[in-house]
């Protein structure tokens, strides 16, 4: 369980190759263009090998399409997240490419017709996340969910423990942006995120910040263009027409400034609350940038997310504590999105990946729900449980 069998007949444990860099480089390298068989089911489950566009770095990668064929309980399983993503990948929105880049059709217009036409048309993000008739549509969380689950940051490992921090979010958010293929392009060429901050290159970083911008800000034919902020968001100042928002990691010349309307709206939509100052939530934000002076953005049309302070995605208060439960018990788990902006009202908010071949999915429910529900679920009732039932027991803790 857990070993990878290479072309030339050789197994390596995951394991090996996590903890042997140097080594696990050298086997990559050498098996670059075949399908390494990763053994977690009988027969294998092909995968290849990729290399990080940024350092060159080899790693192994799953297949298109395989996520669900690994076993519950292998690294590289990856559930399909609701119907909604079930959906999506039908309607052709969602296209996973052989090298593993991902074709994403999110409804977000970039080119800016000049002059603006007189009555402009609602704002994509304002749409809803998905509509079935006539024409599905992916608006911007359901990209910024994407996102997050393209970087693996919904997977938790008690081993990340300590390990996760902004900087790793962050290089690992880009370098899925840059395999992300938004209208023919990575979304990494429409997006900025704060790079991580460091005192000593704190002028560097800010030149690379306005450099970024005004590069993300016009089409090489010199033409302006909208572009994606997305950030941990730290300040918000309100004003009786406008929010300014600021980002972690990023200075106080780094704001993006919204109709305090369209902000309060979005907020309202989605039933995301601003979290207190001691609140132990953090709040990602995805802006549509519409035009700018300087570091100073202006945007009509966003998406927020509630994280944990380990970056898992949570979407009520419930989730939440449920989620800091887990990380404390050394829980091994995946958070599940969904594309349509309202994760897990009807399917499960965790799959616990630490208790069975098969994951155990994890309910949060504050309806009544019918009495029989399966042995291998999980539910906590929320509308008559202030604690959750005790969760199953991991494989690991069981006595034989
Ligand atoms: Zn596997």
New binding site residues.
Partial sequence: MGDILFADGRRYSREWLDTHEAEAQEVFRAHKHTYPL????RDG?PMHIRELSRTGKLYLARMPMTGPM??GD????EPIHGKAEEQAREAGLIEELGDGRVVFKVDVGFNIREPAAVSSPPSPAELPQMVQNPQPRLGLLAMMQFLWEQAELHHWHPKMEGRRRYKQVYDRLTEAASRILVKGVPLRQRLYIPEPFYKEQANEIMMRRLEAISRLGRSSAGKRRRFLVMGQLRELEESSENVRLRFAQAGNDLSVVMPRSAWERMLKRWGVKVPEEDSDLGLWGMFLIEHFKGATLHSRAAAVMQTTAHYIPVFRPAEASLAYGLVDSRRRFIKMLAIDGRPSENGPAFLLTDVAEKPVPLYISNRELPAETAVDEWYWHTDRDDMWPPLPVPQSRRSH
């Fill in positions: 990763c053994l977690c089911q489950v690994h076993r292998c690294p590289s399983y």
